[in-house]
């Protein structure tokens, strides 16, 4: 699946333009357009090979119960677990600590960006108090009419303002090996998507006792997870000239740049480098309670209550059995703190993530090393 470098962008009713000698800016409609040529504001960063520019305007349910086996057939069906079963959050740490020095400026400005305050909402008061206020005095419906024309025209205006003064606008040149690694990374969450069932694991608990084994269908643990759905898109006022691969694990989502990694939430964003990140993986026995999903490998079964050897417990006469499908399970971490895990439906699926995590990352340094070859470092200006 392939992903298109745009020249251009919109935001509201403006447009961003790309060229070799910079970033423009130009507002208004189709046959009629001003705007300021490419040597007005705007900020030209660069690291390993991928450059980008940043225009500067003047002035991111709950989890379904599920049993996991782990190393063996231990399966577990999906009720309450019992209190001596202790559930440990898997999530990654405070976004404020996942920042690099290549980072810095760009999360500062995004941070910056979010802070500030919409004024449209109170163009809408105002222009309704004021609707309100000459309607009450029986004024000139003429008079009224235009009030409200006014509002309406006001509200469109500073709408349009809100999201140019919010907005970061990114644009990306990507050399011609950095485009086939980011083509490559594409490919991978096109493999991932393409999975019958993803799953963001939010906790873990193992179970210790005799008793909760038994009653878990054999299981040696319990998680809870949500299913999610990987897509391309951007966060909440964040335009980008490349499509952008994510993943949505609970508070924060995951957006995969060309070359970084932002890790956006309620509080704020953070900032993993590829070579930083380390995809970890692994098959999982899991005892599915649920439905298995089409692409999935059954490999065993169970029952929602077992005896000591392992087989259904008699005593129970709705003791059904559960099957026990093949899963992967793909662990994202950074010495930062990221930590996110993640069940495919489908196995193979981490090795190709991590593949394609690993070439971004050499690529980039790759490119790194001919510049301080050459050149030096790459420069902020």
């Known amino acids: 699946m392939g992903f298109y470098i745009r020249k251009s962008l919109s935001v509201g009713p403006f447009r961003f333009n790309l060229s070799k000698s910079g970033v423009g800016l130009s507002a208004g409609v189709k046959g009629f357009r001003v705007g300021t040529g490419p040597r007005g504001n705007y900020v030209h960063m660069g690291r390993g090979g991928i450059y980008f520019r940043q225009t500067l305007p003047n002035s991111n349910s709950g989890g379904v119960l599920s049993k996991v086996p782990t190393g063996h057939p231990s399966p577990r069906p999906n009720e309450s677990p019992s209190s001596s079963i202790e559930f440990k959050e898997i999530e990654s740490g405070s976004v404020s600590q996942m920042v690099d020095s290549s980072s810095a400026a760009l999360l500062a400005e995004i941070s910056s960006k979010a802070k500030k305050q919409q004024s449209w909402p109170w163009v809408v008061a105002v222009g309704v108090v004021l609707v309100l206020v000459l309607a009450g005095n029986a004024a000139n419906p003429l008079l009224i009419g235009l009030a409200a024309a006014l509002t309406v025209g006001g509200v469109f205006w500073a709408f349009n303002a809100d999201k140019l003064r919010k907005t970061i606008v990114l644009f990306y040149e990507l050399e011609p090996h950095i485009e086939k690694a980011f083509q490559n990374l594409h490919d991978a969450f096109q493999s991932l998507r393409s999975c019958s069932r993803i799953w963001h694991i939010e906790s873990k ?47 924060q989502t995951l957006y995969f740049l060309p070359d970084r990694i932002l890790v956006f939430d309620s509080g704020g964003v953070g900032a993993v480098l590829f070579e930083q990140l380390t995809v970890g993986f692994t098959e999982q026995r899991f005892i599915e309670s649920e439905s298995v999903p089409s692409d999935a490998r059954v490999v065993d079964k169970t029952w929602t209550y077992v005896n000591k050897k392992g087989g259904p417990d008699r005593r129970f006469s709705n003791n059904r059995e559960l099957p026990v499908a093949l899963y992967e399970s793909l662990l994202f971490t950074s010495e930062s703190g990221l930590q996110e895990m993640f069940h495919s439906s489908r196995t193979g699926i981490g090795s190709i993530l991590n593949s394609a995590v690993a070439g971004m990352a050499s690529a980039i340094a790759q490119r790194e090393q001919s510049l301080h070859g050459a050149v030096g470092s790459p420069t902020w200006s």
């Open 205 to 251: 608990g193992n179970i210790t006792t005799t008793h909760d084994w038994k009653v878990n269908a054999g299981a040696s643990s319990l998680v809870k997870r949500t299913p999610i759905t990987s897509e391309a898109g951007s966060p909440p006022y964040f335009q980008c000239n490349v499509s952008i691969p994510s993943l949505p694990c609970g508070r």
